[in-house]
């Protein structure tokens, strides 16, 4: 059973940076592409990034691009989300998921397993 935990998020200034992680605490990710969401007050959650199983393929969101790094060590089961550069716009509870198939997707509904969420503040 997956079950993913996230980590990182707090309150930094405009401009700094976080690193977000992700851990399969089930160890049962093989062959998963993961993406990371994020959801503001009032607003839809939207697609940030995603990474495929093997072959380091990466997709991210325009808003993002440039700023914004995943990564995976799928020997410790854990998806990471280096955020640089960061703007009062990208606050928003961050969420993890994984998709049963390699490939990575835009698509929310393209995943089948998601964590509780963690909180990225920016004071500006």
């Known amino acids: 059973q997956v079950e993913l935990v996230e980590s990182g998020g707090g309150l930094v200034q405009a401009g700094g940076s976080l690193r977000l992680s992700c851990a399969d605490v089930g160890r049962t990710f093989s062959g998963y592409a993961m993406g990371w969401f994020r959801q503001a007050p009032g607003k839809e959650r939207e697609f940030v990034s995603a990474?495929?199983?093997?072959?380091?393929?990466?997709i991210y969101a325009d808003s993002v691009k440039g700023r914004f790094t995943i990564s995976r060590d799928n020997a410790k089961s854990t998806v990471y989300l280096q955020m640089n550069s960061l703007k009062p716009e990208d606050a928003a509870v961050y969420y993890c998921a994984a998709r049963k198939l390699p490939a990575p997707s835009r698509r929310r509904g393209g995943y089948d397993y998601w964590g509780q969420g963690t909180q990225v503040l920016i004071s500006s």
């Open positions: 990474i495929g199983w093997s072959d380091g393929l990466t």
